[in-house]
């Protein structure tokens, strides 16, 4: 099954955006694509559109606060062509560009109060599936959030009780994948503190450094 926004596989979140396209007739409010090349070898992992955010913009990540982060570490780590996610408009800039990088969500559609049903996480498995079928061998996932890392579990078939989430934690998995682990760049775990940039750098760090063996390693076979 192909991603499409015009999914309505999900009853409950295919209401709720009807609902915010007629109040916000401006918002994207469908849902949402994922950003970046198909045939990548690093694919990050969120939890969902935010109202104000991808769900506005069309793209992950974008316009909330949690993008702030991610894509001043995107740029800081040369996978992106810029740290600001937005033009002068507000709305996603059409000059960024990822290079080795693809961002998407576990749940492509804005929940209510941003709390996705297990069911509707379940729905959308198919697409994340698709996507993890896509990367090349050795790729490298970086899931946000334990729900995100649940889902990449799911995808692949994958046992939770085998991969436990923590933030930095480093899982590889058996399709020669590795699977990185962060808490989620929100709002909220920055505010409180239970993340901060040097942390998420630091997992950053760890993934460059893979992407940069596998390099050594085909350099080296050739």
């Known amino acids: 099954m192909e991603f499409s926004t ?7 979140l295919a209401t709720f955006l009807k609902e915010v396209r007629e109040a916000q007739p401006d918002y994207h409010a469908k849902p949402v694509p994922s950003f970046g090349d198909a045939d990548t070898r690093f694919l990050i992992v969120g939890l969902a559109p935010g109202m104000h955010g991808a769900n506005r913009t069309g793209r992950p990540f974008t316009g909330d606060y949690a993008g702030i982060l991610l894509y001043s570490t995107l740029h800081h780590f040369g996978f992106s062509s810029s740290a600001e996610p937005l033009n002068g408009a507000g709305w996603a800039n059409t000059e960024l560009i990822l290079r080795g990088c693809r961002i998407t969500n576990a749940v492509r559609c804005l929940p209510p109060q941003n709390k996705p049903e297990p069911a509707e996480v ?5 697409y994340l599936a698709n996507e993890l079928a896509s990367l090349p061998q050795g790729a490298a996932v970086l899931a946000l959030g334990t729900v995100a890392h649940l889902a990449v579990l799911r995808a692949l078939g994958l046992k939770a009780k085998d991969y436990g989430f923590g933030h930095g934690a480093q899982h590889p998995l058996p399709n020669g994948m590795m699977l990185y682990d962060s808490y989620h760049c929100s709002r909220y775990n920055t505010q409180t503190k239970r993340l901060n940039e040097t942390m998420f750098h630091e997992v950053f760090g760890a993934i460059t450094g893979y992407l940069h063996s596998l390099d050594q390693s085909s350099r080296i076979r050739s």
């Open 6 to 12: 015009a999914c309505q596989l999900c009853p409950r």
């Open 122 to 126: 379940k729905q959308c498995n198919t």
